[in-house]
């Protein structure tokens, strides 16, 4: 995905969160290719990353509180001190 294309959907989620869905938009990157992405400290809370090719990308501190997650590719990804609650985890690993 262009580094532009991606920024504006993520400009678009932070004003989507910090107004409670009044504002902005949700991030849908559903089966979007984000590998090798810097994704560091980034809010992704419930956003749409079904499918995602996220192998490689950096997600250090990155918050993936109540994103779907279902059917991504995490290989390699760096989640180091990334906000993932347990149950998160627990669908990825049901579903794979």
């Given at each position: 995905?262009?580094?532009?294309?991606?920024?504006?959907?993520?400009?678009?989620?932070?004003?989507?969160?910090?107004?409670?869905?009044?504002?902005?938009?949700r991030a849908d990157l559903s089966g979007a290719n984000l590998s090798r992405a810097d994704l560091s400290e980034t809010n992704l809370s419930r956003a749409d990353l079904s499918?995602?090719?996220l192998s490689g990308a950096d997600l250090k501190e990155a918050d993936l509180s109540e994103a779907d997650l279902?059917?991504?590719n995490l290989s390699g990804a760096?989640?180091?001190?990334?906000y993932i609650p347990e149950t998160i985890l627990e669908t990825i690993e049901k579903k794979d």
């Amino acid at each position: 995905m262009e580094e532009s294309k991606l920024a504006k959907i993520l400009e678009n989620h932070k004003k989507w969160i910090e107004s409670d869905g009044i504002d902005g938009q949700r991030a849908d990157l559903s089966g979007a290719n984000l590998s090798r992405a810097d994704l560091s400290e980034t809010n992704l809370s419930r956003a749409d990353l079904s499918r995602a090719n996220l192998s490689g990308a950096d997600l250090k501190e990155a918050d993936l509180s109540e994103a779907d997650l279902s059917r991504a590719n995490l290989s390699g990804a760096d989640l180091s001190e990334a906000y993932i609650p347990e149950t998160i985890l627990e669908t990825i690993e049901k579903k794979d």
